[in-house]
């Protein structure tokens, strides 16, 4: 995870440099993780847990407050998460991917295609975002970019239509993975609501199961309103997972803590540039050392 290096670059620098743990050092290091974009209930309980091990375990180095930092935020990264993507034992395994327009969602699905292909799978990609005609476009450009198949309709029909036939396909077709792309705006937020719950609904009726992963696409450069979007997309739809994209754009990788403490959604991949390779899968303790450089 090479490129997290500097996004806690702040926060490192309070715990570098051998200074003496004090109160001074706390008060800069809280104020540094809240300015990394992380929520002030890790903050709180974190700084809480280092004062009390500085005095109770006599800590009295900031590299070893450091090493103990790193190991709270792991343990909230971790708890109750499930990191790894899933994939169902029946093919084809379904991912359904939504977020707010613009956030990178056709990108993030042109990344999984491609790094799924290369992996041996057969990929169907569905473009299930009819609201304008070049989302379409865009998603069938990557799609014979990457050499993966792709169902899609006209601009306007109905989306739910789309992933059935791509459902269709991919069985009579044997293909291993189903991803389906989404509007990220429609006219209004209860028609995107409603129409991700029917496609849903439509890839119950045709596997017996929901789809393998919902993944919700957030913008690491959006901080706070970020997790306001996954807060009003959780209560319409069941998000399995986060991509978390354009973390490349950001000094704050406190987003990635706030968004798991504040949702209880583990982050699955993250996006780190606009090309097809710059994807990776989301590993807690790799990230963490990361954040320290
Ligand atoms: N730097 C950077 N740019 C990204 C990343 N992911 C996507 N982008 C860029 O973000 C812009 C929007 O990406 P899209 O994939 O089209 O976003 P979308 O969510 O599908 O947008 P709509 O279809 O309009 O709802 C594009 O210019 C992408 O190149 C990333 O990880 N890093
Ligand atoms: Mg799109």
Redesign the pocket.
Known sequence: MRFFKGLFQKVDQVLTGRRPVDDELFDDLEEALIQADVNIHTTMAVVNDLRDASRKERINDSDAIKERLKDDLVKVLTANADEHLRWSPSPPTVYLVV?????????????MAARFKSQGKKVMLAAA?TF?AA?ID?LEIWANRTGVDIIKQREGADPAAVVYDALQAAKSRGADIVIC?T???LHTKKNLMEELKKIGRVVERELGREPDEVLL?L??TCGQNAVSQAREFKEAVPITGIIL?????TAKGGIVITLKDELGIPIKL?????KCE??DEFDSRDFVSALFG
Do not use: M, P
């Not at 993250?270 to 606009?274: A, D, I, L, Q």
């Open positions: 977020g707010v327009n613009g956030v990178g969602k056709t990108t993030s699905i042109a990344k975002d304008r989302a865009q792309d509007a990220g705006r696409v913008d690491a994209a354009k973390l490349d754009g993250v996006g780190t540039g606009e710059d994807i």
